[in-house]
């Protein structure tokens, strides 16, 4: 079965229950089963720095899902905790995004793989480093190429 990797962060209300809702409700899906994850972390925020610090935290899936079918049901978890997208680097009840999914490379106008961000971000690629440091690295490496 594919394994991917999960990036969640939440600022708002309980973040740390927050995240582990997100894992629970992720499990619960029959085609997602959750192998391993990360402590979670508290950084600051990223982008707009006038808000809550995050919880952040990585895990690892084995899904039967394609990364399009994946993606959706992630948004559904997200709708269905509430998350509502307002703005850009925000503050966020939830917000689990795929990083990577197996060594797929994916660019469509709804996902691109491995996450094109993910290297300059301390707060997705240290969780990743505690569960998977060979996609860590494969993940910068991939941002690297021209």
């Known amino acids: 079965m ?8 939440a600022n708002i209300g309980d973040p740390r229950a927050q995240l582990a809702e997100a894992v629970q409700r992720i499990d619960q899906n029959p085609d997602i089963t959750v192998v391993s994850q990360s402590s979670v972390l508290t950084t600051k925020p990223w982008g707009k720095t006038d808000q809550p610090d995050f ?6 899936v084995e899904t039967t899902l394609d990364p399009i079918d994946l993606l959706d049901g992630l948004l559904g978890i997200e709708l269905a905790m509430g998350r509502v997208r307002k ?13 990577a999914y197996e060594r797929v490379q994916l660019k469509t106008d709804r996902l691109t793989l491995p996450h094109p961000h993910a290297h300059e971000r301390d707060f997705v690629t240290d969780p990743l480093s ?12 991939t941002a690297a190429r021209p």
């Open 87 to 99: 703005e850009v680097w925000g503050p966020r009840l939830i917000d689990i995004d795929i990083i």
């Open 2 to 9: 594919p394994t991917a990797w999960l990036s969640l962060g």
């Open 55 to 60: 919880a952040n935290m990585a895990i690892a």
């Open 130 to 141: 505690e569960i998977a440091p060979e996609v860590t690295e494969w993940v910068i490496a």
